[in-house]
């Protein structure tokens, strides 16, 4: 698994969301969202039983993994590529891809003008 490509997309408004007050100190809040895929590499053992029909399996069950992401990381789709056996590891190998939406907030300190808390949306667990 690793990072194939990733794009950062504007929120529009120069990212600016509003503001919040506490303590007596104001914040700005501006936010953003990426869009990254995320490459997967899929395999299941010649032995077994499982053959490429596994790989499919494999799929499926990372499918359902990425319905399960916090609310700030969105799954758009999961493209899957054709199943070979790999003589190197004696396995069937599937490529796939998943395309999804991550969504941050930052905010800035309205009097110093720094960013200090950049927030990935929802909770991971």
Not at 48 to 63: F, I, M, Q, R
Not at 106 to 117: I, K, L, P, W
């Amino acid at each position: 698994m690793g990072l194939k490509r990733n794009k950062l997309v504007s929120a529009g408004a120069g990212d600016y969301m509003g503001e919040k007050a506490e303590g007596g100190v104001v914040s700005e809040i501006y936010g953003f969202r990426m869009a990254p895929v995320i490459a997967l590499d899929i395999y299941s053992p010649e032995d077994g039983g499982n053959g490429a029909e596994g790989c499919l399996a494999g799929a499926a069950s990372v499918s359902a993994a990425f319905r399960q992401l916090p609310s700030g990381i969105k799954a758009r789709a999961l493209s899957c590529g054709e199943t070979k056996f790999d003589g190197t590891t004696g396995m069937f190998h599937m490529p796939a891809e998943l395309s999804c939406d991550a969504f941050f907030t930052r905010e800035m300190n309205a009097q110093t003008g720094e960013f200090y808390d950049f927030v990935l949306k929802g909770v991971l667990g």
